[in-house]
């Protein structure tokens, strides 16, 4: 009964349509995020490849690890956040693992992975 009551006051918070994509991982996505400073809102945006994703309803998370100045930067946003203004998936690629935490270890050309083809329909 009060799992019923908590879904529906959760669905509440979802965010559908074109500010949530569907996204993988192994997807190289865009995340606009709105930043305060002060009394001025600005949208700042993190791109790198989403190595994982975590939990589930309002609860769920995804981590993206880009490289900065030959330093990796993993940074774990929550897909529902009001503070998220958009995701754009720039890319797709073939992954076989639910988490690609071995990314970590590797340097340089080895943390490429190779990109999803998208059959066209031919008219």
Same mark, same amino acid.
């Given at each position: 009964?009060?799992?019923?009551? !908590? ?29 305060? /400073? ?32 030959? /330093?990796?930067?993993? &940074? ?11 995701? /754009? ?6 992954? &076989? &693992?639910?988490? !690609? ?10 943390? &490429?992975?190779? /990109? ?8």
């Amino acid at each position: 009964m009060s799992q019923k009551i !908590l879904d529906l006051v959760e669905q509440s918070s979802l965010k559908h349509g074109e500010d949530y994509p569907e996204f993988e991982i192994g997807d190289t996505v865009d995340v606009h995020t709105r930043i305060l /400073e002060g009394n001025k809102e600005r949208i700042q945006i993190f791109t790198g490849v989403v190595i994982a994703r975590s939990g589930s309803g309002s609860r769920e998370m995804f981590v993206v690890r880009r490289i900065v100045n030959n /330093e990796g930067v993993e &940074r774990k946003f929550p897909v529902h956040s009001p503070k998220i203004a958009k995701i /754009e998936v720039k890319r797709s690629s073939v992954v &076989r &693992r639910a988490k !690609l935490y071995y990314l970590r270890d590797r340097v340089g050309k080895k943390t &490429r992975l190779t /990109e999803r083809r998208r059959d066209i329909a031919k008219s």
